[in-house]
Structures are given as structure tokens and as C-alpha cells.
């Protein structure tokens, strides 16, 4: 055989041994890297969390941060003590409303940090529905849309008020959202202010007494000749105020009104005259002296009429109402009253003699001061106006007769009111 031949044999068969070697040499890579492979995947399934594990943590991680953040700003923000912008938004139109209120941050600043976990932690959105107008499913939805945005969150949503709020600061954004709760409509406030319109029908008398020690200047049966002779009558006091609401329950006012003190008299009687001595001793206040003994009877006495005393008062009055139900309250009247006597019709008897005396005359003294007191119900009609009844009594606080007489006579009166006030705006 040539040698050619033998080359060619040996040639061949190195060719088929390099054919192999690289066949078991991708064979071998192949399952070196479909093995590291499956190893790799079975490794990563092993150590990876579910998704809310991972969103938990990196929450949890995100707040620890913040938290620091938050402190070093807080740090911070009491030395710059920042302003506050409040803006006041509407959701849906007019369905919600909202404050959006968001530090003033200096940009020279590091804010970092203060992005998503302080709309998560920092923010408070209570969306309350006005009137049932929205429904139930717009509220999570609109949370939604707060809670899960970042620092270029778009408010466009919030009523077109604050879209596309610039967040070139990024972390700086720290949003307070609360909701106005449903309200009525504002109402007008009732002024403390009222005018006030009274009338009342009493029965007045005049009481008398004898002053002290002043036995002497007057007739030892005076005091029963008037007793006996002297009634009370009916008469009208009407009179207009000013009231002013001091607190929820107490009321000041001041007003002027007109008042009658009327009595009849009906004298029929025969009596002694007295006996007085001016010398050594000191007439009262209408020149009267001690009696030391009585005469003979003296000139029969035959009277029948009506005295009328007219006043013009001016009432000072404190008012306490004490609500008994939404409309009904009990109201109680103290007043002090100054008043002025403008005329003075009929007669009486002279304490001294017992003569009939004109009370035209100037038989009393000008003016008189005098006290009430009130008790009754009122009932508001409206918001503005209220009408109501009271029992009362008053009498005067200084006698009728002149100063320095020897007999205190004071009017009184007993019987029921009606009022009625309204406040002015």
C-alpha cells in the first residue's frame, strides 16, 4: 500500500476524534447551564416575598425614614417657623370640600425624604357627603387617587383648583386634607337689641302709717276714717323699653311709661276737734303741731269721689328668662322705677283735723320713687318676636306726703301685665 494512503487513513480518523471531543464538550456546557439555571430560579422563588410582604416592608422602610425626616424638618421648621398656605378646594364640583394646607419650605434647603410616605402618614382626607349627593363608591376611589400618588401628584381632580401642583422641591409636599362636615345654612344673627310694648291693669291703693314719734300731730281716729272710707280701684300703666340681651338668660332695659294710683273715698263722719299748742314745739312738714286734747265735735264730713294720682315713670328693669321648651320660658322682672307726678285729682283727709283737702293743692310732693317685681310666661312667636303675661306687685319706695310729715302714705298695686317685644334686626 502507498504511504499516501496511510496519510490519508490517519488524517481521517483524527478528524472523527476531534468531531467527538467537540460534541461532548457543548453537551457538557449545555447542562452545566440548564442546571445553574434551574438552580438559580429555585433559589430566587425561595428567598422572594409575596407582593404585600414587599409593599409592607418597604413601607415600613419608607416610614423609619420618614420618621427621621420628619424629625430633622420639625427641628428645623421651629427655628424658620414657616408659613402656611391654606387653600380651601372643592371635590367633585361641589359635592366635597377640602384644606389643603402645605409648608412654605425654604429651596436652599435639603427636603429630601418628604415625598409619598408623607402623603401616606401625614395626610388626613375625611370626605363627607353633602346631602346624600354623592355616592359611596367615589369616596375610596378618590382616596385612591391621594394615597397612591407621588410628589407630581395631579389635583386637577380637586375641582380644577390646583391642577398640576408644582412639586419641583419633589420631597417638600406635606398635605393636611380635612372635610368640612354638612352645615345648614349660616343664619343671620339676631341683634341684642328689641323694643318692648307693655300694658297692665292694677289694683292700686295707698297705704298709710304714722311716722315716728309723731303719734302727737296726728287725730287719734284718722288712720280708722280712712280705713274705713278709703277703697282701691282699678288702673292703667302702659309704657314702652328698650331691651338689651345681656347674656342667653338676662336682659337689661329702660323705658318710659304712665302710671294712675286711683282710690274712692266715701267719708260720712262727725268728729272732736283737736287741741295743739305751737309754743315750745316744732310744726311738721305742713305746719301742723302736737295735739294735747280734744274739743267739741267739729263739722260733719260728707264726701264721696275718686282721687287719680297720674305719674310719668321711668322703669330700670332687670329681666331673667329661664327656657322652659323650645318656645315657653319663665321670665321674672325686678324694676326700679323713678316717678314723676303730673297731676294730682280729688281729695283726702288732713291727718291733723280731719278736713277734706284738694290734692290740687300741691298736697304731695313732686316725685316718688317706687320697686316691682314681676313674675309670668312668654312665648316666642317668631325668631324675632315674643309675647307674654306676668303677675306683679309694686309699691313706693318713698311716701306720697311731703317731706318731714307726720303720716307715710305710699302707693302699691297688685295685678297682671302684658309685653310684648320684637328684635330690632
Same mark, same amino acid.
Given at each position: 500500500?502507498?504511504?499516501?494512503?496511510?496519510?490519508?487513513?490517519?488524517?481521517?480518523?483524527?478528524?472523527?476524534?476531534?468531531?467527538?471531543?467537540?460534541?461532548?464538550?457543548?453537551?457538557?456546557?449545555?447542562?452545566?447551564?440548564?442546571?445553574?439555571?434551574?438552580?438559580?430560579?429555585?433559589?430566587?422563588?425561595?428567598?422572594?416575598?409575596?407582593?404585600?410582604?414587599?409593599?409592607?416592608?418597604?413601607?415600613?422602610?419608607?416610614?423609619?425614614?420618614?420618621?427621621?425626616?420628619?424629625?430633622?424638618?420639625?427641628?428645623?421648621?421651629?427655628? $424658620?417657623?414657616?408659613?402656611?398656605?391654606?387653600?380651601?378646594?372643592?371635590?367633585?364640583?361641589?359635592?366635597?370640600?377640602?384644606? +389643603?394646607? #402645605?409648608?412654605?419650605?425654604?429651596?436652599?434647603?435639603?427636603?429630601?425624604?418628604?415625598?409619598? %410616605?408623607? =402623603?401616606?402618614?401625614?395626610?388626613?382626607?375625611?370626605?363627607?357627603?353633602?346631602?346624600?349627593? +354623592?355616592? @359611596?363608591?367615589?369616596?375610596?376611589?378618590?382616596?385612591?387617587?391621594?394615597?397612591?400618588?407621588?410628589?407630581?401628584?395631579?389635583?386637577?381632580?380637586?375641582?380644577?383648583?390646583?391642577?398640576?401642583?408644582?412639586?419641583?422641591?419633589?420631597?417638600?409636599?406635606?398635605?393636611?386634607?380635612?372635610?368640612?362636615?354638612?352645615?345648614?345654612?349660616?343664619?343671620?344673627?339676631?341683634?341684642?337689641?328689641?323694643?318692648?310694648?307693655?300694658? @297692665?291693669?292694677?289694683?292700686?291703693? +295707698?297705704?298709710?302709717?304714722?311716722?315716728?314719734?309723731?303719734?302727737?300731730?296726728?287725730?287719734?281716729?284718722?288712720?280708722?276714717?280712712?280705713?274705713?272710707?278709703?277703697?282701691?280701684? /282699678?288702673?292703667?300703666? &302702659?309704657?314702652?323699653?328698650?331691651?338689651?340681651?345681656?347674656?342667653?338668660? &338676662?336682659?337689661?332695659?329702660? !323705658?318710659?311709661?304712665?302710671?294712675?294710683?286711683?282710690?274712692?273715698?266715701?267719708?260720712?263722719?262727725?268728729?272732736?276737734?283737736? +287741741?295743739?299748742?305751737?309754743?315750745?314745739?316744732?310744726?311738721?312738714?305742713?305746719?301742723?303741731?302736737?295735739?294735747?286734747?280734744? %274739743?267739741?265735735? !267739729?263739722?260733719?264730713?260728707?264726701?264721696?269721689?275718686? #282721687? $287719680?294720682?297720674?305719674?310719668?315713670?321711668?322703669?330700670?328693669?332687670?329681666?331673667?328668662?329661664?327656657?322652659? %321648651?323650645?318656645?315657653?320660658? =319663665?321670665?321674672?322682672?325686678? /324694676?326700679?322705677?323713678?316717678?314723676?307726678?303730673?297731676?294730682?285729682?280729688?281729695?283726702?283727709?288732713?291727718?291733723? @283735723?280731719?278736713?277734706?283737702? /284738694?290734692?290740687?293743692?300741691?298736697?304731695?310732693?313732686?316725685?316718688?320713687?317706687?320697686?316691682?317685681?314681676?313674675?309670668?310666661?312668654?312665648?316666642?312667636?317668631?325668631?324675632?318676636?315674643?309675647?307674654?303675661?306676668?303677675?306683679?306687685?309694686?309699691?313706693?319706695?318713698?311716701?306720697?306726703?311731703?317731706?318731714?310729715? %307726720?303720716? @307715710?302714705?305710699?302707693?302699691?298695686?297688685?295685678?297682671?301685665?302684658?309685653?310684648? &317685644?320684637?328684635?330690632?334686626?
Amino acid at each position: 500500500m502507498p504511504a499516501f494512503a496511510w496519510d490519508n487513513i490517519e488524517t481521517s480518523l483524527d478528524q472523527k476524534n476531534n468531531t467527538k471531543k467537540w460534541f461532548l464538550y457543548a453537551a457538557a456546557a449545555s447542562l452545566l447551564l440548564i442546571g445553574g439555571t434551574t438552580f438559580w430560579m429555585m433559589q430566587n422563588s425561595n428567598n422572594t416575598p409575596s407582593n404585600s410582604n414587599n409593599v409592607a416592608k418597604a413601607l415600613n422602610s419608607t416610614s423609619n425614614k420618614n420618621n427621621l425626616n420628619e424629625r430633622n424638618i420639625s427641628a428645623k421648621t421651629e427655628k $424658620t417657623s414657616p408659613q402656611t398656605d391654606s387653600r380651601s378646594v372643592e371635590l367633585n364640583g361641589s359635592d366635597f370640600k377640602a384644606n +389643603v394646607n #402645605s409648608p412654605k419650605l425654604d429651596p436652599s434647603q435639603n427636603n429630601a425624604g418628604i415625598s409619598s %410616605s408623607i =402623603l401616606n402618614n401625614s395626610t388626613s382626607l375625611i370626605l363627607s357627603k353633602r346631602e346624600n349627593k +354623592v355616592e @359611596d363608591t367615589q369616596v375610596p376611589q378618590q382616596m385612591e387617587l391621594i394615597e397612591s400618588g407621588s410628589s407630581n401628584f395631579d389635583y386637577g381632580f380637586l375641582a380644577g383648583e390646583l391642577k398640576n401642583t408644582p412639586s419641583s422641591f419633589g420631597d417638600f409636599l406635606q398635605l393636611h386634607v380635612s372635610a368640612l362636615h354638612p352645615q345648614k345654612p349660616l343664619q343671620h344673627r339676631l341683634s341684642s337689641w328689641a323694643f318692648e310694648v307693655g300694658y @297692665d291693669q292694677n289694683q292700686t291703693a +295707698v297705704n298709710y302709717q304714722i311716722a315716728s314719734e309723731r303719734n302727737l300731730y296726728v287725730h287719734k281716729n284718722y288712720l280708722n276714717h280712712i280705713k274705713n272710707g278709703e277703697f282701691a280701684l /282699678s288702673a292703667p300703666q &302702659f309704657h314702652t323699653a328698650l331691651r338689651y340681651q345681656l347674656s342667653p338668660r &338676662f336682659v337689661v332695659s329702660v !323705658g318710659l311709661g304712665f302710671a294712675q294710683t286711683r282710690t274712692s273715698q266715701n267719708f260720712k263722719f262727725r268728729d272732736s276737734i283737736p +287741741v295743739s299748742i305751737a309754743q315750745g314745739n316744732e310744726a311738721d312738714g305742713y305746719g301742723n303741731y302736737p295735739i294735747f286734747g280734744y %274739743s267739741h265735735l !267739729g263739722q260733719a264730713i260728707d264726701y264721696t269721689g275718686i #282721687s $287719680t294720682i297720674n305719674m310719668i315713670s321711668v322703669p330700670i328693669s332687670l329681666i331673667h328668662e329661664y327656657p322652659l %321648651s323650645r318656645r315657653w320660658a =319663665l321670665t321674672t322682672e325686678l /324694676s326700679a322705677r323713678y316717678n314723676y307726678i303730673s297731676a294730682a285729682m280729688g281729695k283726702t283727709l288732713n291727718y291733723h @283735723d280731719l278736713t277734706l283737702l /284738694s290734692l290740687s293743692d300741691n298736697v304731695y310732693r313732686n316725685s316718688v320713687w317706687s320697686g316691682r317685681i314681676g313674675m309670668g310666661v312668654q312665648r316666642r312667636l317668631t325668631t324675632k318676636q315674643t309675647l307674654g303675661l306676668r303677675l306683679n306687685t309694686q309699691g313706693a319706695f318713698t311716701p306720697l306726703n311731703k317731706s318731714n310729715a %307726720s303720716v @307715710d302714705n305710699r302707693g302699691w298695686s297688685v295685678g297682671l301685665s302684658a309685653f310684648y &317685644f320684637w328684635k330690632l334686626y
